[in-house]
């Protein structure tokens, strides 16, 4: 038989080597803007349109390439960064590979302009799916622009594949967000569609920071710096009362390369120790600086994850540096502070009101650990600051004193006749029916509530809308506004009303009826993540989301002690719901126990 194996064409190679480099359009965005950067520019702007499907352009002031690199820069495997095989371990460029120009060239129209600082004329390259079209010499200023036309033009497979502009649009920030971060003295100017999103100018770090995600940041942030032989340390970590409930905000930069590492956010995670709520996540900015032969960066094809040499160390270190600093901010001292002093009541001075006629369950209404977390405004100090072994001792305790209630309830039943639903440890509602018994669990029965109400007014009902006395202006990221504007309608629809729009801020004037002023800026905050995590499909809907988000945000939550008449209504809202058996993210909202169930609980 005659041989087979051949060697593809180098235009056939540069697409497969696409595959791994270009995902999406934010794929090009990084490796565009890490080139600038590797070129040694001081001004960096990127230019998109629709969502970077139809450009992506970026002009930097770098030191611009001669005409043979020019022509040279598309070829495979052709780097001007490294040498030998060495050079991988001792890396101080973003590049190495030699591969991303080669591989966007082979899937775009590319349009190359570049020009050295000493050269009198400069070189224009134009290429489209590997092939060169033309190249002239041209006058141009000094430095680089690279704009990519058309991604996938030639891969209509991977073009479908794309998500909406929206989506796009959220990755090309986060790749925008992260570089622009890692290099807080360059300065950064992106417009999308001809608006601008952001324009960063050369500063520090907490200041590049606060102008990536808005005003309210600053207050946040609580410094970290740390050096020592293996390791230096920098940056901010924000304070735990502004964790999220989403995983947000958590930048490492290692040698100024953003990296992803759970092992490291572990370590960060673990310095929180109790001062977290559960399951909220910590915001940080840390920029860690180990010698460049102490990681590999070459074993992830995005090059986001690296290898360390001495990732226990560097566990331990961060993990002490960033207790220490929260401890020396007097974040973690304010936790004996602030406390409340309900949670040192002792329980049995509680209980002491035994005696009394007054309806059970309502003894000691102001007797709520949870109290802070459930109805403050989440940006009080105290959020989350509760030390968890007592929070849970203390829930064990009012466990017993539950039951106890529960059962002198019972043994009281006739002079409580009004009681019709009980309240257990503060989390499940127990009301009796005719055939039976239904468990109803309150937070999850809430959600059912609040989201058909919000469903309803956001998409059939005129919106129920409160007018604030005094309009409240809240700063959020450049991003976050283009997000907000995006959805105004909605959000009108759904009672809140809106004025002043600025690059960085809105000013709000009116609200939902069903949401408190100090409420605003989490329910905002939640939604925008929630559409942010969200991925679309055809029955993409805000309203949906909407409904969703504000009934999670606004629900009670378990741990909140609930009046009878509180209790009451839970139920019988709930029963009016159009689909009352599940939470709008398809949890049940009760169970039944039928007075044959129960009877077989007994005859076994
Ligand atoms: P790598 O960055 O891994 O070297 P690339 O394909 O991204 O590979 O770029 C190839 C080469 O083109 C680089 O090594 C660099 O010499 C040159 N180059 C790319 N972009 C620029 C730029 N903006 N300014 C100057 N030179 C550039
Ligand atoms: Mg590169």
Redo the contacts with the bound molecule.
């Keep these: 038989m005659s041989d087979i194996i051949q060697l593809l064409p180098d235009h056939v190679a540069n697409q497969i080597a696409a595959g791994e480099v270009v995902q999406r359009p934010a794929s090009v965005v990084k ?1 565009l803007l ?3 950067i ?2 040694g520019s001081t001004n960096i702007k990127l230019l998109l349109k629709d969502a970077g499907k139809t450009l992506i352009q970026v002009i ?1 002031n ?4 001669s005409a043979t ?1 020019a022509r040279m ?1 598309f070829e495979r495997h ?4 490294i040498q030998k095989a060495e050079d991988l371990f001792n890396l101080s460029t ?9 591989s966007i060239a082979a899937i775009a129209h590319v349009e190359l302009k ?1 020009k050295q600082e000493n050269e009198e004329l400069g070189t224009s390259i134009k290429i489209e799916g590997s092939k060169i079209i033309s190249q002239d010499f041209i006058s141009t200023s000094k430095g ?1 622009s ?1 704009a990519v036309k058309n991604l996938f033009y030639n891969i209509p497979a991977r073009r479908n594949f794309l998500k909406s502009d929206t989506v796009e649009t959220r990755h090309i920030i986060d790749e925008f967000q992260r570089v622009a971060l890692a290099h807080p003295t360059i300065s950064f100017l992106m417009h999308h569609n001809n608006n601008e999103v952001y324009h960063l100018k050369s500063s520090n770090l907490r200041k590049r920071i606060v102008s990536v995600f808005g005003a309210k940041m600053n207050e946040k942030l609580v410094p970290i710096n740390e050096q020592t032989d293996i390791l230096s340390i920098e940056g901010f970590v924000a304070k735990p009362e502004f964790s999220k409930r989403k995983r947000g905000e958590q930048f490492f930069f290692v040698n100024n390369r953003f990296i992803k590492s759970s092992y490291l956010n572990h370590a960060v995670v673990n310095a929180f120790d109790g001062l977290l709520e559960q399951g909220s996540h910590p915001s940080y900015f840390l920029y860690l600086t180990v010698p460049a032969n102490t990681i590999d960066i070459n074993i992830h094809p995005t090059k986001t994850e690296i290898k360390f040499d001495n990732e226990k160390a560097l566990y331990a270190m961060l993990r002490a540096t960033v207790k220490h600093s929260l401890g020396q901010y007097n974040v973690a001292p304010l936790l004996d502070f602030n406390r409340d002093a309900n949670l040192d009541t002792p329980y049995h001075l509680n209980t002491s009101t035994k005696s009394t006629k007054t309806p059970l369950i309502s003894v000691d209404p102001d007797f709520n650990p949870f109290k802070n977390e459930s109805h403050k405004e989440v940006h009080t100090p105290l959020k989350g600051l509760q030390h968890k072994e007592s929070w849970e001792s203390l829930y064990t305790s009012l466990a017993s004193t539950d039951e106890e209630k529960q059962t002198e309830l019972f043994e009281n039943q006739q002079e409580v006749k009004a009681q019709k639903t009980f309240q257990i440890q503060r989390k499940y509602l127990l009301s009796s029916i005719k055939s039976g018994v239904v468990l109803i669990n309150q937070s999850l029965a809430h959600q059912r509530i609040l989201y058909e109400e919000f469903l309803e007014s956001i998409t059939v009902k005129e919106a129920n809308s409160q007018q604030l006395l005094f309009p409240v202006r809240i700063s959020f990221s450049s991003a976050e506004i283009e997000m907000i504007y995006t959805i105004k309608t909605e959000l009108e629809n759904a009672g809140f009303s809106f004025d002043d729009f600025t690059k960085d801020s809105v000013t709000i004037k009116g609200i939902p009826i069903s949401v408190t002023e100090s409420k605003i800026t989490i329910i905002l905050e939640e939604l925008l993540s929630d559409i942010d995590l969200e991925v679309p499909n055809a029955s993409f809907s805000h309203f949906d989301i909407m409904a969703k988000s504000f009934a999670k945000t606004l629900s009670i939550k378990t741990g909140t002690q609930l009046s009878e008449i509180e209790q009451e209504g839970l139920v019988n809202d709930l029963f009016s719901c159009k689909e009352p058996t599940t939470s709008p993210f398809g949890k049940p909202t009760f169970k039944t126990l039928t007075i044959n169930e129960i009877d077989n609980l007994f005859n076994s």
């Excluded at 770098?62 to 390439?65: C, D, R, W």
């Excluded at 973003?94 to 080669?102: D, H, N, T, V, W």
């Design positions: 490796e890490e080139n600038a590797d070129a930097d770098g030191k611009g390439m690199d820069c052709a780097t001007s960064k973003k590049g190495f590979r030699g591969e991303a120009l080669a570049t680089t690279i």
